[in-house]
Nanobody, 124 residues
Framework: QVQLVESGGGLVQPGGSLRLSCAAS????????MGWYRQAPGKQRELVAQ???????NYADSVKGRFTISRDNANKKLYLQMNSLKPEDTAVYFCNARTPATMIVPGKLDPDYWGQGTQVTVSS
């Protein structure tokens, strides 16, 4: 099993910055397409940013130019630098580890792993 633990959330004023971190337990961290999702109250969980095959990065249009995703494979960490935060960024942010389709092994390596989430509140 892969365990993911997020940290770094909190309360910040509009225009401020936060850096989220996700620590992974897996020794094969580098194979996962790591990403960040968020879920606001009453809304569905949505993609924020994610590494995909070939090292490409996908960002939600709403965060392009403000958020930056990065990873440290040696230390099994994922980060999300969030700048110019807006009240609409308020949500619970989740770390996601997505297994490449060719590597899924039922019962041993699942398609997706999720952290417990960290709350980000942007308010004055």
């Amino acid at each position: 099993q892969v365990q993911l633990v997020e940290s770094g959330g909190g309360l910040v004023q509009p225009g401020g910055s936060l850096r989220l971190s996700c620590a992974a337990s897996s020794s094969i961290f580098s194979i996962f397409h790591m990403g960040w999702y968020r879920q606001a109250p009453g809304k569905q969980r949505e993609l924020v940013a994610q590494f995909s095959s070939g090292g490409r990065i996908n960002y939600a249009d709403s965060v392009k130019g403000r958020f930056t995703i990065s990873r440290d494979n040696a230390n099994k960490k994922l980060y999300l630098q969030m700048n110019s935060l807006k009240p609409e960024d308020t949500a619970v942010y989740f770390c996601n580890a997505r297994t490449p389709a060719t590597m899924i092994v039922p019962g041993k390596l699942d398609p997706d792993y999720w952290g417990q989430g960290t709350q980000v509140t942007v308010s004055s």
